[in-house]
């Protein structure tokens, strides 16, 4: 099985959860905005991790997930 992950609520507003479909060593998560600037970053320590996303403006951005040597990125949508 592959490394995969979700995102909600779709769209987003002022928090989301990502969801892992594995825990593996070293997981860690890079929210970025459109023009590609990395606007936040952790360690992903359990199957659901909550990003506080209320300091952003509404429109779309990108959240990768990092795990060993596999990256998944999925667009996230903020909109209030």
């Known amino acids: ?4 992950f979700s995102i909600a ?3 987003a507003a002022n928090q989301i959860t990502i969801y892992v479909n594995e825990l593996l060593a070293d997981s860690r998560y890079e929210l970025y905005d ?3 600037k990395l606007l ?3 360690n ?3 199957y659901s991790k909550q990003l506080d ?3 952003y403006s509404d429109g779309v ?4 997930v990092i795990s060993m040597q596999v990256e998944i990125t999925q667009k996230l949508i903020i909109k209030r």
Do not use: H
């Open 1 to 4: 099985e592959s490394l995969s």
């Open 9 to 11: 609520p779709k769209p």
């Open 34 to 36: 459109i023009t590609g």
């Open 40 to 42: 936040q970053s952790g």
């Open 44 to 46: 992903i320590q359990a």
């Open 53 to 55: 996303i209320s300091l």
């Open 61 to 64: 951005y990108f959240i990768k």
